[in-house]
T-cell receptor, first 117, second 114 residues
Framework: ETGVTQTPRHLVMGMTNKKSLKCEQHLGHNAMYWYKQSAKKPLELMFVYSLEERVENNSVPSRFSPECPNSSHLFLHLHTLQPEDSALYLC????????????????FGPGTRLTVL | AQSVTQPDIHITVSEGASLELRCNYSYGATPYLFWYVQSPGQGLQLLLKYFSGDTLVQGIKGFEAEFKRSQSSFNLRKPSVHWSDAAEYFCAVGGLGSGYALNFGKGTSLLVTP
């Protein structure tokens, strides 16, 4: 595997379910990101981990819980979601710490399409 | 606060025709500017980026973009569009002091007709 992979690619869950999204990067990067992509809205940055520490959390509801056990893996744990949480969830990784810096090109995974019933 | 505006939600061009996608940004300092492309069912792929220097930057797949500070714009161009260019295009801005965030525009959906 190369680049950034995400599993599952599609997920349908009820509002009472608990599920997890997984992201893995094979690029040797030290920062990982979760984004939410909803129709007709800009990408929303949810969480950023740098060297396995959460460094940014953009007012995301507590029903989303990230976990970064090491620099290659990132999880997003989901529980008691709402229908408006249905979206494409994108994981990205980068080398370096400052957004937009020359070393900080973000490489994106293909996303997980989440549907909450 | 930094922000990005992509005025065109949808654009349709004929194959072989030229393309220009507009991007306007708001940023207090020198911006770092990016264009990403997203094909259906795929993640975002970086087309090109601008940090400093020459204001005309070349990217992959024959794309280029020009940074115009006076107009706060970073428009994406391609001289001859191919059917495979049909996708969603996103402009993004970041920079020193903005933390980890890239601010993305809402995207422009490109349709290529035969």
């Amino acid at each position: 595997e190369t680049g950034v992979t995400q599993t599952p690619r599609h997920l349908v869950m009820g509002m009472t379910n608990k599920k997890s999204l997984k992201c893995e990067q094979h690029l040797g990067h030290n920062a990982m990101y979760w984004y939410k992509q909803s129709a007709k809205k800009p990408l929303e940055l949810m969480f950023v981990y740098s060297l396995e520490e959460r460094v940014e959390n953009n007012s995301v509801p507590s029903r989303f819980s990230p976990e970064c056990p090491n620099s290659s893996h990132l999880f997003l744990h989901l529980h008691t979601l709402q229908p408006e949480d249905s979206a494409l969830y994108l994981c990205a990784s980068s080398q370096g710490h400052i957004a937009g810096g020359p070393r900080n090109e973000q490489f994106f995974g293909p996303g997980t399409r989440l549907t909450v019933l | 606060a930094q922000s990005v505006t992509q005025p065109d939600i949808h654009i349709t061009v004929s194959e072989g025709a030229s393309l220009e996608l507009r991007c306007n940004y708001s940023y207090g300092a020198t911006p770092y500017l990016f264009w990403y492309v997203q094909s259906p069912g795929q993640g975002l792929q970086l087309l090109l980026k601008y940090f400093s220097g020459d204001t005309l930057v070349q990217g992959i797949k024959g794309f280029e973009a020009e940074f115009k500070r006076s107009q706060s714009s970073f428009n994406l161009r391609k001289p001859s569009v191919h059917w495979s260019d049909a996708a969603e295009y996103f402009c993004a801005v970041g920079g020193l002091g903005s933390g980890y965030a890239l601010n993305f525009g809402k995207g422009t959906s490109l349709l290529v007709t035969p």
